[in-house]
């Protein structure tokens, strides 16, 4: 899966919440996260295996979209939102039931309207 292009997506009105959804899968890119970076454009994502993340060393601020593991269909439920994380505010506590979170950049919560229970797939673009 990590060759392809990937979508974040809610398919009950298909409404595309990042176009641009990368799987941090090795230990240096979940380590790494978004360190370092100056920004996100809008569009992106990039999808960790935690129920929690931390805003050390961060130089903008990020919407944290929490996720359950996949049912047999991919389909994710929302078990947790974290919108306008500023920089530098430390650690996010663990979310019940998360099995990963999407960083995404901030103000894309509120610009899709994607809240807690809302279903999410991963899908091929």
């Known amino acids: 899966m990590s060759d392809e292009r990937l979508c974040l997506r809610r398919p009950a009105d298909d409404t595309v919440i990042c176009d641009r959804l990368?799987?941090?899968e090795s230990f240096v890119q979940r380590f790494m996260g978004l360190m370092g970076r100056a920004s996100?454009?809008?569009g992106q994502g990039l999808y960790l295996a935690s129920n929690s993340i931390h805003m050390f060393f961060?130089?903008?601020p990020i919407d944290a979209l929490f996720v359950s593991r996949a049912d047999a269909e991919g389909r994710r439920r929302v078990v947790g939102v974290r919108p306008d994380l500023p920089p530098w505010r430390g650690i996010v506590?663990?979310?019940?039931?998360?099995e990963g979170v999407?960083?995404?950049p901030a103000g894309t919560l509120a610009r899709v309207g994607v809240s807690v229970d809302d279903e999410v797939v991963f899908a091929v673009v």
Not at 93 to 98: L, S, T
């Open 102 to 104: 999407v960083e995404m």
């Open 40 to 42: 996100m454009d809008e």
């Open 22 to 24: 990368v799987l941090g």
């Open 93 to 98: 506590m663990p979310v019940r039931g998360a």
């Open 58 to 60: 961060m130089r903008f």
